[in-house]
T-cell receptor, first 119, second 108 residues
């Protein structure tokens, strides 16, 4: 059973370009989470998705960022018109059971991350 | 606003020692909490998940406990080994808020 897959592992973009990060959850998992880890900072929750639905996007910047998890295929985190401040490691996680009202009720499995560098 | 503090920020100990890592939440109403390790340049590996009905979890040389009245959790590592060197993160709350981690270095 393959773990959570993320690609690309490293992505370099120039300011103003678009970045598309992909995440394939573990087999059988329908809950996906995206996190961002800025240099010297902790992980920050961005968005929680279930198949075809955004459940919680409270951690997502209001502009330029979007996420989707279609019925078929990987989850995509899209960053439009990237700026240098977007440079970070972006991690995806998946779980079999989703978030309860009081936090994680199931183990989250993390992918290796995509390291985005904006020149 | 919920915040997570992990103490110490960094720790170096000789191999074989037992050690304790601490995690505390400003809002003590934590029901579920998870401990992870992160190796340099890699993703997170889940270590232990303490759910609302539990007070502690054990896996091998690791034991995590959660005091819900104070919003504090500890991760106990017994008989530390060089392979335990990593950054250890705790996360909880409904928004899965992470601490900044404790960078652990086990000296051979």
């Amino acid at each position: 059973n393959a773990g959570v897959m993320q690609n690309p592992r490293h992505l370099v973009r120039r300011r103003g370009q678009e970045a598309r990060l992909r995440c394939s959850p573990m087999k059988g998992h329908s809950h996906v989470y995206w996190y961002r880890q800025l240099p010297e900072e902790g992980l920050k929750f961005m968005v929680y998705l279930q198949k075809e639905n955004i459940i919680d996007e409270s951690g997502m910047p209001k502009e330029r960022f979007s996420a989707e998890f279609p019925k078929e295929g990987p989850s995509i985190l899209r960053i439009q018109q990237v700026v240098r401040g977007d440079s970070a490691a972006y991690f995806c996680a998946s779980s079999l059971v989703g978030l309860g009202s009081r936090g994680p009720t199931d183990t989250q499995y993390f992918g290796p991350g995509t390291r985005l560098t904006v020149l | 606003k919920q915040e997570v503090t992990q103490i110490p920020a960094a720790l170096s100990v000789p191999e074989g020692e037992n050690l304790v890592l601490n995690c505390s939440f400003t809002d003590s109403a934590i029901y579920n909490l998870q401990w992870f390790r992160q190796d340099p340049g890699k993703g997170l590996t889940s270590l232990l998940l303490i759910q609302s009905s539990q007070r502690e979890q054990t896996s091998g040389r690791l034991n995590a406990s959660l005091d819900k009245s104070s919003g504090r959790s500890t991760l106990y590592i017994a008989a530390s080994q060089p392979g335990d060197s990593a950054t250890y993160l705790c996360a909880g709350d409904d928004k899965i808020i992470f601490g900044k981690g404790t960078r652990l270095h086990i000296l051979p």
